[in-house]
Structure formats: structure tokens, C-alpha cells
């Protein structure tokens, strides 16, 4: 199973960014997906969650400008980020609690990390 985020970059304050994840691989089911963030010289942070029913939470920060969503369909979560702040800068990683199975009958779970995609947000 892989993980595999987009959607980082470089954006004023004030502005917008949309982070995906896909998840891929031996897939039965996904419960709870989040996306963290781990600022420069910081531990990383929970930012947003979602269940499998959608039931969203966010860190205080961020709540009213951020908005977590999920496409099962695609095994996808998106991150949309609204009116983005210089303290918003960090590498975003998606992660997702995955049930999987690679030997026929046998089905396991753990979660699993994306790489992480940079956004910077400039005063």
C-alpha cells in the first residue's frame, strides 16, 4: 500500500492550496485519514482527521479555513486550505488507517504514511 500526496507549493498569505492523497495498492477498506503538518524546526502536528462516516475534526488553528474531505471511490482525502498564513508553512503528510490483504483470506491493518508535499506561505 502507497500513499502518495500532491498539491504543495508556494502561495502568498492570504491565499489557496489544495493537497491530495491517493492511497494504492491491496486495498479492502480505509478508516480514519488525516493530514499532519511538521513546521521547520517542530514536531508534527495533527491538523485535520476524517472517519470512514466523515466525521471531521481540525487543531484549533486552522478550523474555518481548512477543510478536510474524502473520495472513497478513489481511496483519495484532499486538503483545502483557505486563506493560508506564513505559520501555515510545513510539509504536509497524509496518513490513513488501511485495511489490506496480500495472501488470499488474510486480512490486516496499520497505518500508512505519504511522503509529504511543501507548502511555504510567504508574508
Known amino acids: 500500500v502507497q500513499l502518495q500526496a500532491s498539491g504543495g507549493g508556494l502561495v502568498q498569505a492570504g491565499g489557496s492550496l489544495r493537497l491530495s492523497c491517493a492511497a494504492s495498492?491491496?486495498?479492502?477498506?480505509?478508516?480514519?485519514m488525516a493530514w499532519h503538518r511538521q513546521a521547520p524546526g517542530k514536531q508534527r502536528e495533527l491538523v485535520a482527521s476524517?472517519?470512514?462516516?466523515?466525521?471531521?475534526t481540525y487543531e484549533d488553528s486552522v478550523k474555518g479555513r481548512f477543510t478536510i474531505s474524502r473520495d472513497d471511490a478513489e481511496n483519495a482525502v484532499y486538503l483545502q486550505m483557505n486563506n493560508l498564513k506564513p505559520e501555515d508553512t510545513g510539509v504536509y503528510y497524509c496518513?490513513?488507517?488501511?485495511?489490506?490483504?496480500?495472501?488470499?483470506?488474510?486480512?490486516?491493518?496499520?497505518?500508512?504514511w505519504g511522503e509529504g508535499t511543501l507548502v511555504t506561505v510567504s508574508s
Open positions: 496518513n490513513a488507517e488501511v485495511a489490506f490483504s496480500r495472501t488470499p483470506g488474510v486480512i490486516r491493518g496499520r497505518p500508512f
Open positions: 495498492g491491496d486495498i479492502i477498506s480505509i478508516n480514519d
Open positions: 476524517i472517519t470512514s462516516r466523515g466525521v471531521t
